[in-house]
């Protein structure tokens, strides 16, 4: 069922500026903080958060029966727990009071200081306790580049990759929220010209541009999610920089895969875009040949047109967008991943974050990771200060951003940025 929040017709009283990735029609979830409120659950309208305690507080949501202390947690897995029914419901509330045709909160001009606020003057916080972090490697023109550079065009893909959705278990204590920074990792490397490892900061840090989608209905050990019933468990998505040492990663990955390479920093995008909000942008995906078991199946258009971006910015320098991804790209479907994790009875719980793996697209100004953009530092990038990038530098910042657009609506996804700092 197409959501009343959805309607492209909608207009709201609070200021939307032309390109915002906020309008009415979006209504994402966050958590901020500031000097008058700590751990606040908010949506966004525009260039202002909206926060959902102080509407919960003043009888805003009375109808939704849900509990007040679910708006000012520390999280949002209390309040996406409640299930879609309910949060679909509140996402509708929320755009009702914002619409130009209701006085509710229009007229109420006290509380507005109280319920909007800049975003660029508060502190957004992480969304969700995350339990667990799996991420995938989904995206066939990625797996492509990398199996060609480090084997051969003829067995880029292993027999494996077109019959299921390979993916392994991270780390989720090391995911932090967009605006932070960390340190260059140390650790081993196997140089070329080396017969014996060294240890020492990678010299190869990367990013790699992904997505993730979130959790909002757990399962029991012993039960699967089919990929028809699979959206009634996600509840949204971010944007996700999964950041990459690849010379730790060379030299480590072999035979159990990715650890110390990965488990260092992962950063997120701090505002949670609803499933149903993203609904009128589904397209058809790549055919998948051959064809795929049955439980991994699926009917309609299933993949989103999400336009993304990578910017970095170097040290007290101008942003150089490095390349443009689009969702679309992806092979296995968010449906299809979840199914596959399941299949086996592995049970997820809200919170819980799945990570797409690179997207990367056919052209290579459309390449997911410095790796490819780079062709393994063979090509260097040219930045507009005059300087080279092979992979990224020390104190050089990546944003990641992602929007859908289609005619006048555009529904955006906001910032993904962190900073390297050099190794400690």
Not at 113 to 119: I, S
Not at 345 to 359: K, L, R
């Amino acid at each position: 069922m197409t959501s009343r929040a959805n309607n492209p017709l909608l207009q709201s009283w609070m200021e939307v500026k032309s390109g915002s990735d906020f309008p009415i029609q979006n209504i994402p979830f966050g958590i901020y903080s500031d000097s008058k409120a700590e751990h606040h659950a908010c949506s966004a309208i525009g260039e202002y958060i909206i926060d959902l305690y102080e509407l919960a507080r003043n009888g805003y949501f009375e109808a939704l029966t849900i509990p007040q202390e679910y708006f000012r947690s520390g999280s949002l897995n209390d309040l996406i727990g409640l299930g879609k029914p309910i949060t679909n419901h509140l996402r509708e509330r929320i755009s009702e009071l914002l619409q130009t045709t209701n006085n509710e909160l229009q007229n109420h001009k006290e509380l507005h200081f109280l319920v909007f606020k800049k975003q660029n003057e508060v502190k957004m916080l992480m969304p969700v306790k995350i339990g667990d972090y799996t991420d995938f490697y989904s995206s066939i023109d990625h797996a492509t580049n990398v199996g060609t550079m480090f084997r051969d065009p003829a067995n880029a893909l292993l027999p494996n990759w077109k019959h299921l959705p390979v993916g392994y278990h991270g780390r989720a204590s090391s995911i932090c929220v967009s605006g932070h920074s960390f340190h260059r990792p140390k650790g081993q490397q196997k140089p070329a010209d080396s017969e014996l490892p060294v240890f020492g900061p990678s010299k190869l840090l990367d990013i790699e541009l992904e997505t993730a989608f979130i959790i909002g209905k757990s399962t029991k050990m012993g039960e699967s999610v089919s990929t028809s019933n699979a959206d009634e468990h996600i509840f949204g998505m971010v944007l996700f920089n999964d950041w990459s040492a690849r010379d730790i990663q060379t030299w480590e990955y072999v035979p159990l895969g990715p650890f110390l390479a990965k488990n260092f920093a992962s950063t997120i995008s701090p505002w949670i875009i609803t499933l149903e909000a993203l609904e009128p942008f589904r397209t058809k995906g790549y055919t998948q040949e051959p064809k795929v078991l049955p439980y991994l199946e699926y009917n309609g258009e299933r993949n989103l047109d999400i336009k993304l971006e990578v910017y970095l910015t170097p040290e007290n320098g101008e942003d150089n967008k490095i390349a443009g991804s689009n969702y679309k790209y992806m092979y296995w479907t968010m449906e299809q991943q979840l199914a596959h994790h399941t299949i086996n009875g592995c049970n997820i719980n809200v919170g819980d974050m799945m990570a797409s793996g690179t997207i990367s697209g056919p052209d290579p100004s459309e390449y997911g990771s410095m790796l490819e953009l780079t062709w393994k530092g063979t090509k260097p990038l040219k930045l507009k200060d005059g300087t080279e990038r092979k992979f990224v530098n020390d104190n050089d910042t990546i944003t990641l951003k992602g929007y859908c657009e289609k005619g006048s609506l555009r529904i955006g996804f906001g910032e993904c940025k962190a900073k390297l700092l050099p190794a400690k």
